[in-house]
Nanobody, 121 residues
Framework: QVQLVESGGGLVQAGGSLRLSCAAS????????MRWYRQAPGKQRELVAA???????NYADSVKGRFTISRNNARDTVYLQMNSLKPEDTAIYYC???????????????WGQGTQVTVSS
């Protein structure tokens, strides 16, 4: 069974930094794209950043220049370095990965349990 486990959330003052990690465990044929989403109270979940297995990245306009997504394929882990944090970055951050299981040709979406990030003004 595939699991994604996030860590690194917490409370930080505006202008500060946090680094989120998400480690995948289990068995699979391949992990494709890995992504970070976030959901603030009363808002829809939104894509923050994504990275392909080859390392290509894309970001939401609201975090460009402040957040950096990276991955360590040997450790099956994706990271989100968040700098210059703003109160509007406050949300639950979720890790997502497109994974092809061992016995399927299809890719499936897996989600972590989420980690709270709170930025105080």
């Amino acid at each position: 069974q595939v699991q994604l486990v996030e860590s690194g959330g917490g409370l930080v003052q505006a202008g500060g930094s946090l680094r989120l990690s998400c480690a995948a465990s289990g068995s699979w044929f391949r992990i494709n794209a890995m992504r970070w989403y976030r959901q603030a109270p009363g808002k829809q979940r939104e894509l923050v950043a994504a990275i392909t297995s080859a390392g290509s990245t894309n970001y939401a306009d609201s975090v460009k220049g402040r957040f950096t997504i990276s991955r360590n394929n040997a450790r099956d882990t994706v990271y989100l370095q968040m700098n210059s944090l703003k109160p509007e970055d406050t949300a639950i951050y979720y890790c997502n990965a497109g994974i092809r299981p061992l016995v399927s040709l299809n890719e499936y979406d897996y989600w972590g349990q989420g980690t709270q990030v709170t930025v105080s003004s």
